[in-house]
């Protein structure tokens, strides 16, 4: 398998206040991990900065410009109680955007098999109107929009196995059959979305998981909810959403996950994607706050990646 890794420094001049779990520190323990020799096939590129219209593919105009503005000249900002922003978050937005849709032409180009680009600030939370959960714009669904448009991706699946829900993900595709969302994820948990008989048009899939549980719960809910539903889709691309924070040692959860977890989930997700799609798979970080589980969870899922 070719994978590539997207990175770009710009994603570490995204500031967050003193204490702040989503912190430059991840993209450097993640640096560190990816610097083995065990990575030495990978592909890395410096992801591209998006163009700002690529945005309204999701948001609209009054909502980027009202982002734009709130962007300070200097020190920090909170567009939320828990998001932030500094004087270069406008730019890693718009770098990570740029990744993920990058990422899609190169999968599509048959340039690679598949990626991970390997971001921030996160974008799972954001909605179609709003800012929230540490994200600004939804990136995975700006990417998801970009395939339709442009290479005329007729059903895409999104797998989201960050453990706090992805609402804005959710949001922005509640009655679109074209895109698939299917989330596991605690809850009770932030930001208290993600029930089962949450459905949109027939198009969502919620497998909300106890706190405590581990493994052999979250195996079961991909068992029984999220492979067979991505199966019965036949998608055209899978995007990951691959938040890490359902590993035992994340302090923002109590899902006690290892990084093998995350090994046998994106391997049950390559078995799909090498039958529907070609292998067209693009996973894009979002949680993750213990630097160590992060760092293992995502060495397990791109050396997964590389292997096929």
Known sequence: MTTRLYTHPIYLEHLTPEGHPERPER?????????????????????????????????????????????????????DADTSASPKSFEAALTAIGGVIDAVDAVFAGQSDNA?????????????HTAMGFCLFNHVAIAARHAQRIHGAERIAIIDWDVHHGNG??????????????????MPLFPGTGAKNETGAGNIVNAPLSPHVGSDHF???????????????????????????????????????????????????????????????????????????????????????MRG
Request: net charge negative.
């Open 27 to 79: 993209l450097l323990a993640l640096e560190k991990a990816f610097a083995s020799e065990a990575f030495g096939d990978l592909d890395r590129v410096e992801a591209p900065r998006a163009d700002e219209e690529v945005i309204l593919l999701v948001h609209p105009e009054a909502y980027l410009d009202r982002i734009r503005k709130a962007i300070p000249e200097s020190g920090l900002t909170h567009i």
């Open 169 to 186: 993900t959710q949001d922005i595709f509640w009655q679109d059959p074209t895109v698939h969302y299917l989330s596991s994820h605690q």
């Open 116 to 128: 991970f680009v390997a971001s921030r600030p996160p974008g799972h939370h954001a909605e179609t």
């Open 219 to 305: 195996r079961e809910a991909f068992r029984s909810r999220i492979l067979p539903a991505l199966d019965n889709l036949k998608p055209d691309l899978v995007l990951i959403s691959a938040g890490f924070d359902a590993h035992h040692r994340d302090p923002l959860a109590q899902i006690n996950l290892t990084e093998d977890d995350f090994d046998w989930a994106t391997g049950k997700l390559m078995d799909i994607v090498a039958q529907s799609c070609d292998n067209r798979l693009v996973s894009v970080l979002e949680g993750g706050y213990d630097l160590v589980g992060l760092a293992e969870s995502a060495t397990a899922h791109v050396q997964r990646l």
